[in-house]
């Protein structure tokens, strides 16, 4: 199956349903395929050809959405850029994937004019108005709705996701129509997900997590109600009241928000799951959050954009292990390695491998990368996904996060992993947020820092802190520095910025 094919598919299923709300605006699956339509047709006569990259900088709108599968029906890879991103990093990205379109904010006309690959911009909104490059209702008017033919297969490549990780460089992770469908149909398994779902996305379609709320529903045949922030999150309960969502994705810094708030003004009767990725939610953050949604089920996961997803721990073991991100997702294998590549057993800590048909292709125009993360399995043109990140497992085979390899503290000698200390923080009555990262230190190597974020009306103290952690951690994993922020800087995902806490 093609990617695009979920919104075709449809299209032809349920024409005159609701397929995506956005602000004041709601189209049926049949306004947005044919409006994909118009602007594939647009692309092709510009010259976009199969596998050519298409880019799409632009905020969650309507105009992404066509944008991502108008770049599909026209045969090429799309590939969606934060609209927060800046100039440079934004030419950077475009000069690596050589995109030959762009769909882009009015407003940015300008910044674009002087990018060689380019064959066609698209303006959208506000100061769409340009004497050289059209504008997204331009074409939808100069174009016809029907459907042109597609020369892709399902191995041609889908989308790039450019991920930054921890080296802050931005990699683009290669993923086929094959690996999309993959992944959007394994996770629709187990979130037993139905045409009568709707969901609701606050994550930037950027974002892998963002982008497969799209993705799925529209191949599930649901509503998605598309919101271009989680910057009020009252209005957002509002929406998901008004709308009756039935299923709310989240990461732990959105759900750290959220239990800030009194959220029984909300009618959230509705929701019938909760799922949250990104990070490993605190178990005291699980435990407010089942009280919070008593109706909804709860899905603690675990992925990484180089396979979308890896684990996830089914809700009626939550009481059981609130602490584990599960086991893998339908059609998958994962296991626990050694540096020698050995398979360890229950309770032994090891790099996370993962095997299945989400394991993307590897990064664009990076072998080297490439060749570090992906490894030989066991058929020919088969690819192991190396993780870089560390976990252990029960004599049940359910996994634990422990730390990334990146992460992990090694101070007076020893090796620290900041969720061990975290969870003792989150212990701790009055801490809504925190995060444990290593600091450089003459003498120890390195320091460990804890930053905190107090919940509302409580007054900690750093000897509060020290005090507590003491009394359940060993001397060497005790902070040495505690520092308390009313919030924490984060990523356009909503991840938390460890690089930037090292610095505060």
């Not at 800046?86 to 300008?110: E, M, Q, V, W, Y």
């Not at 469908?181 to 996305?201: K, R």
């Not at 490894?375 to 497992?393: K, N, Q």
């Not at 212990?427 to 809504?432: E, K, R, S, W």
Request: net charge negative.
């Amino acid at each position: 199956m093609l990617v695009h094919n979920f919104l075709e598919r449809s299209a032809a299923r349920y024409p005159d349903k609701t397929a995506l709300i956005c602000d004041d605006r709601r189209l049926t699956y049949a306004q947005v395929d044919a409006q994909a339509n118009q602007l594939a047709h647009a692309l092709r006569a510009a010259g976009i050809a199969r596998g050519d990259r298409v880019a799409v900088w632009l905020p969650n709108s309507v105009e992404a959405v066509v944008a991502i599968f108008a770049a599909l029906k026209a045969g090429g890879t799309f590939v969606v850029i934060n609209p927060t991103t800046k100039p440079d990093k934004l030419s950077a990205i475009l000069a690596d994937c050589t995109a030959g379109a762009l769909f882009a904010p009015g407003r940015a006309a300008a910044l674009i004019d002087d990018l060689p690959s380019l064959r066609l911009t698209i303006l959208c909104g506000a100061g769409a108005a340009h004497p050289i490059h059209p504008s997204f209702t331009d074409l939808l008017a100069a174009h016809p709705t029907t459907r042109p033919s597609c020369p892709a297969i399902d191995i041609d490549l889908a989308c790039l996701i450019y991920t930054s990780g921890s080296t802050g460089t931005p990699k683009g992770v290669m993923s086929t129509h094959a690996n999309v469908a993959f992944a959007a149909g394994s996770i629709i398994e187990y979130l037993e997900n139905t045409p009568a779902d709707v969901v609701i996305d606050v994550l930037p379609l950027s974002f892998d997590y963002g982008l497969y709320q799209l993705l799925m529903a529209f191949k599930f045949g649901g509503t998605l109600v598309l919101e271009r922030s989680f910057a009020f999150p009252a209005a957002v309960l509002q929406r998901i009241a008004a709308e009756r969502v039935t299923g709310f994705p989240g990461v732990p810094t959105l759900f750290a928000m959220l239990l800030r708030l009194d959220l029984s003004r909300f009618d959230l009767s509705s929701l019938r799951y909760v799922t949250n990725t990104a990070a490993a939610l605190p178990v005291a953050h699980i435990e407010r959050l089942r009280a919070a949604f008593p109706h909804a089920r709860l899905y603690s996961m675990y992925g990484l954009t180089e396979c979308k997803r890896t684990l996830y721990l089914p809700p009626e073991e939550l009481d059981r292990r609130p602490g584990s991100v599960g086991i893998p997702i339908p059609g998958t294998e994962a296991w626990v390695e050694d540096e020698h590549g050995h398979r360890l057993g229950p309770g032994q800590v090891g790099e996370l491998v993962v095997r299945g048909g989400h394991v993307m292709q590897g990064y664009w125009n990076n072998p080297q990368a490439t060749a570090e993360w992906y490894r030989p399995g066991r058929y020919p043109a088969e690819r192991l996904l190396y993780t870089h990140d560390l976990f252990r497992t029960d004599e049940e085979g359910f996994f634990y996060f422990v730390a990334r390899k990146d992460d992990v503290i090694k101070s007076r000698g020893e090796k620290v992993a900041p969720k061990e200390v975290e969870t003792v923080l989150y212990q701790l009555p009055g801490v809504a947020e925190a995060v444990v990262v290593g600091v450089p230190d003459a003498l120890l190597g390195e320091a460990i820092k804890a930053v905190i974020v107090p919940d509302d009306g409580h007054a900690l103290t750093e000897r509060d802190v020290l005090r507590h952690c003491s009394q359940a951690l060993e001397d060497f994993m005790v902070p040495q520095q505690v520092v308390f922020r009313t919030e924490l800087p984060r990523a356009p995902s909503g991840k938390v910025d460890r690089q930037a806490l090292r610095t505060l």
